[in-house]
Structure formats: C-alpha cells, structure tokens
C-alpha cells in the first residue's frame, strides 16, 4: 500500500496549483493559438515549467496583453518558484480584469504564493476571502483544507521557526506534521518522475525543489524522518522515542 495523505492529493491535484487548466477567455483571440494554448496548458500540468515558459514567450508575441497571457504568467511564475513576479502578475491581472469569473483562482494562486514568501497570515486572509466568495466547490473545499493546515501552531513551528516541544503531546504533534510534509512531497516527486526517490534529499533538489528543507524528526535531533523505497511504494516512520529511565 502507498502512503498518501490528504496533502499529497492535494499536491497531485492543487499543489503545485500551477497544473490547473484555466477556463476559456471570454474574448476570442485574433488569430488561432489554439495549438500552442494546448501545448502550453499540457507543459504546465506536467510540471515543465522551464518548457512552458518557452513557449509562453511565444504566445506573449502574439497576444501580449491578453487574459489568457496573464493566467499563464501567474501559472508558470508560481512553477518556477519566481514568487514576485507571480504576485506581480496577479495584481496586474486584477486591475485589468477585475469581473472576470478567474478572479477567484488568481487569488487562490496569490494566496499560494504569499504563503511560499513567509507571509503567512496575509495568505490565509486572501484565502479566506476566496472560500467566503468562490462559487466553486472543489475551490472552496481546497482553500478550507489549506486554511485549516496554515493555522495550525505546530505546523508554522516547523516552517517559521519556535520553541522547540516541551511536552509528550508536543513531540506527537510535531512528529505528526514533519510526516505530512514530507508526505505530501513525496507524493509530487512520484506524480512528477512516476517513482519514489531513492533516498529523502532527492526532494531537495530539482527548480523548485519539492522541498526546501527536510523537517526534523524530534525524536532524533538533527536528523530527518526514517526512509526506505520499496520498489513502488515506500516506508515513512520517526526514529523510536526514547524512554529516560531512573
């Protein structure tokens, strides 16, 4: 059985995010980019960001300031981890096309973004205006989870730094998040390349890396989570907790 987790769907699914394909533009371009809208949207959802950002210099030639250009940018810039000129973009696209029914998911993507920039709590602003507006339910649903997972104390621990755990609970719950992260990058690495990394620093590495850092097993200080691949699936464990005896 593979290890999966509610965020490693979610990195399958909305995770990287950048993979969503985009709804029609209401105004036709003028000349037929069909072909290269589907190439584009196929590099995006196989997470090629470097190839989809070629071709997206050609698409820019033809339709410089289009809607559909934007909705690229912001996709591609969040791939590539260029997170403010993602935000950028965002803005740009929100001024100049402030009633489109896209808003809702550029602002999904804008709130993903400021998250991967440590600005946490301007993230779940934008994200819990996304879930108070959006009409759509798979939408709404993903912001809630996010929502719920940003707030959550043990988790920002792990991400912006704290007090390292005093308590048996504590350690629990910090073991519990180091596990779902690296859970869910796990499972972007197996959506992206169809097999599981041989070893955990492999997540680090790629542009971006699936991770930035490997969280730290706290019952083991200074070292990361147990791993092991077993041919298409793998084992994820914490270290043993050591028991002090008098």
């Known amino acids: 059985m593979r290890s999966h987790s509610v965020f490693t769907s979610l990195a399958a699914g909305v995770c990287l995010l950048a993979s969503l394909a985009w709804p029609q533009t209401a105004n036709n371009p003028p000349v037929d980019t069909s072909k290269l809208t589907q190439q584009i949207l196929s590099l995006i959802k196989q997470k090629k960001w470097d190839q989809a950002h070629k071709a997206l210099e050609t698409y820019e030639k033809i339709l410089p300031d289009s809607e559909q250009t934007l909705l690229f940018q912001v996709s591609i810039y969040f791939g590539l981890d260029r997170q403010e000129e993602c935000q950028e973009r965002v803005q740009y696209y929100l001024k100049k096309f402030p009633s489109s029914p896209n808003c809702d998911q550029v602002l999904y993507f804008y709130g993903n973004s400021l998250f991967r920039t440590d600005q946490v709590a301007e993230a779940i602003a934008y994200l819990t205006e996304v879930d108070r507006t959006t009409m759509d339910p798979q939408l709404k649903k993903n912001c809630e989870i996010l929502i719920r997972y940003w707030s959550r ?90 028991v002090n005896k008098p």
């Open 153 to 242: 104390p043990e988790k920002l621990g792990i991400e912006l730094g704290g007090e390292p755990p005093k308590t048996s609970r504590e350690m629990e719950q910090i073991k519990d998040c180091g596990l779902r992260f690296l859970r869910m990058a796990l499972g972007d690495y197996f959506h992206e390349k169809g097999e599981y990394p041989d070893k955990l620093e492999q997540l680090l590495e790629g542009h971006p890396a699936f991770l930035r850092r490997l969280p730290e097993d706290p019952y083991a200080p200074g070292k990361t989570f147990i791993y092991q691949k077993e041919g298409d699936s793998y084992r994820l464990e914490a270290h043993p907790a050591v």
